[in-house]
């Protein structure tokens, strides 16, 4: 099972970063999230979330997927050039980089949705040189994304099927009774 890890910033999306986080470890993956201030970091509805690992610790070397909500945060994310190392560690490598929301945005800025299927917040898309999908969730290579806090289920599923493979995403869905996709 691949090690993740999720990172987060004031103004996160609650819903797409603790129902991931949920569905994951749900499904038995390894799931650390790492705050980008260092501490505590609050979400775009008031949800503080404790305990978080630093982000100045975070080794991309030691993780195999990067999971990133989206929320107002995508622009301190975005504007973050540690954090764009570290998706361009990830993508260099070949490991997954799951974004949702407003967090493809990134993606496609930095040019990696190119050529690529994918979905974001429908309001935030532009022309990032790749085919816009309406589906909740789209996996293209390396590259899984969401498109809205709606989606979140979708995508955690996706995101556990990439980490764990299907059987254990199965397996899970049918523990919830998920009747999605």
Not at 64 to 84: I, R, W
């Amino acid at each position: 099972m691949k090690k993740i890890c999720m990172l987060v910033t004031d103004g996160f999306e609650e819903i797409e970063a603790v129902g991931t986080f949920a569905i994951l470890r749900r499904g038995g993956a390894n799931v650390n999230i790492y705050s980008l201030l260092d501490k505590d970091a609050t979400g775009r509805f008031g949800l503080t979330c404790t305990k978080l690992r630093p982000f100045s610790a975070l080794d991309g070397n030691k993780y195999d997927l990067l999971v990133m909500p989206g929320g107002p945060q995508y622009k301190a994310m975005e504007a973050n050039p540690a954090v764009q190392a570290l998706i361009k560690q990830f993508m260099d490598a070949g490991k997954t980089v799951a974004a949702i929301c407003a967090g493809p945005t990134i993606l496609g800025h930095a040019g990696y949705l190119k050529g690529r299927r994918y979905t974001c917040f429908t309001a935030m898309n532009e022309d990032f040189g790749g085919t816009y999908c309406e589906d909740y969730a789209v996996k293209d290579g390396n590259i899984i994304s969401g498109k809205s806090a709606a989606a979140t289920i979708d995508f955690a599923f996706l995101v556990l099927e990439d980490a764990a493979g299907k059987e254990v995403a199965d397996k899970t869905k049918k523990e919830i009774y998920y009747k999605g996709n």
